[in-house]
């Protein structure tokens, strides 16, 4: 059993227990591993975007976004067809009734007295 | 060289210039990460990290620090952010204890043993290394670049920026909790 006078020695001991280190030495290749990641972040900005692209989940919501776009254009397309459609049958129904309206004025100017 | 040429010249993407930085700063940054990882191939591959991020932003350094305080700083970040993501993994593997999905994994940490230290001192500084680990995290700085970079308190200050009376503070706080903790490691240790 430690007496409590052991205890607190130890204790003190222990937080002076850096006092005097030497400084660690570093990995004498550090330098070259520092290139070579370097380089290597450097080289590989084309292959982490193919990587990306090329990912499952990315190549299936660009295949979703670009299929919506052709469902989007389409039913649009077939909206703005429907629109013209009514125009120039509204347009031929005017037409016509222009035409009838001449027609009776003109039978109204040729009946004999 | 100075300061100033060799900022300029890494501004310039100089290699050269990028070679005497890590000449002469790479201990200094190692030390310090080495103190708060407490892992030799961690340190290593942190002390990396911050030159590559040096490379990266040197443009974005604008000289109101001087360049070792710059460099503590972003090896401080790179290592807390190790610490944390060590720490949620050891929750995690405590959790997996707990519920007997993973057995094997330990979430006790091994004793670290700092390459620096005489022999006569080590296991007093395994023991003081163990304390340091469960300090938080600015009194573990503070207590870190204090007594193992022995910078001054007001060196200190300016790599955390906060004031002289805030490090004293700090590492007043951290000598408290590190005895505490030393106390009930030799009172259940009989060596």
């Keep these: ?113 | 060289m100075n300061q100033t040429e060799l900022i300029v010249l890494l501004q310039q993407a100089d290699d050269t210039a990028f070679k005497k930085l890590v000449d002469a700063y790479e201990t200094m940054v190692y030390n310090a990460t080495l103190g708060l990882v407490q892992n030799e191939t961690i340190a290593d591959d942190i002390t990396q990290e911050v030159f590559i991020q040096v490379h990266q932003s040197i443009g974005s350094f604008k000289g109101e620090s001087k360049l070792s305080t710059w460099l503590y700083r972003i090896a401080i970040t790179k290592s807390l952010d190790y610490l944390k993501h060590k720490n949620r993994k050891k929750r995690f593997a405590f959790i997996q204890h707990l519920t007997g999905s993973n057995h094997e994994e330990s979430f006790h940490p091994p004793e670290f043993n700092h390459p620096g230290i005489v022999m006569e001192q080590k296991e007093n500084a395994k023991a003081l290394f163990t304390a340091m680990d469960r300090l938080p995290d600015s009194q573990r700085i503070a207590f870190t670049l204090h007594k193992l970079e022995a910078l001054k308190h007001q060196e200190v200050a300016e790599v955390m920026q906060v004031s002289v009376q805030a490090v004293e503070s700090l590492i007043a706080r951290a000598k408290g909790n590190l005895r505490k903790t030393l106390q009930f490691y030799f009172e259940n240790n009989n060596t």
């Design chain 1, 1 to 113: 059993m430690k007496t409590k006078q052991q205890l607190e020695q130890q204790v003190e001991a222990a937080l002076q227990a850096l006092d005097g280190a030497e400084k660690a030495m570093p990995n004498p290749f550090l330098l070259t591993r520092i290139q070579g990641r370097l380089y290597a972040k450097q080289e590989s900005i084309w292959d982490k975007c193919l990587y990306f692209i090329s990912r499952p989940g990315i190549a299936i919501v660009v295949v979703g976004i670009v299929i919506s776009l052709n469902v989007f254009v389409v039913a649009n397309g077939t909206k703005a067809e429907d629109a013209l459609t009514e125009e120039v049958q509204n347009g031929f129904a005017a037409e016509e009734e222009d035409i009838a309206a001449n027609t009776l004025i003109l039978d109204n100017e040729n009946i004999e007295p």
